[in-house]
Nanobody
Framework: QVQLVESGGGLVQAGGSLRLSCAASGRTFNNYVMGWFRQAPGKEREFVASIRWSGGTTSYADSVKGRFTISRDNAKNTMYLQMNSLKPEDTAVYYC???????????WGQGTQVTVSS
């Protein structure tokens, strides 16, 4: 059973930084793409960034390019999202996601709240 546990959310002022972590367990993730999604109040969940566990290829939403960096530590089975130059519009619940490349099965964490004050 795949488990994803996020941490690192909180309240920060605009222009500040936060680092989110996602601890993954339950299997090896070599054939997975890991990602971050977010959902603001009244809005649909949206893609933020992803990283291929094997090889490290990354992808970002245009709204976070140049400000956010996704990375992973294979030894710790942990994925990170370094968020710099945060804006009030980054306020959302951030979810960790794991997608199995072979059949597309997806897993989600419970989410962590990020609030950016102006």
């Amino acid at each position: 059973q795949v488990q994803l546990v996020e941490s690192g959310g909180g309240l920060v002022q605009a222009g500040g930084s936060l680092r989110l972590s996602c601890a993954a367990s339950g299997r090896t993730f070599n054939n997975y793409v890991m990602g971050w999604f977010r959902q603001a109040p009244g809005k649909e969940r949206e893609f933020v960034a992803s990283i291929r566990w094997s090889g490290g290829t990354t992808s970002y939403a245009d709204s976070v390019k140049g400000r956010f960096t996704i990375s992973r530590d294979n030894a710790k089975n942990t994925m990170y999202l370094q968020m710099n130059s945060l804006k009030p519009e980054d306020t959302a619940v951030y979810y960790c996601n794991a997608r199995f490349l072979v059949v597309g099965t997806q897993y989600w964490g419970q989410g962590t709240q990020v609030t950016v004050s102006s």
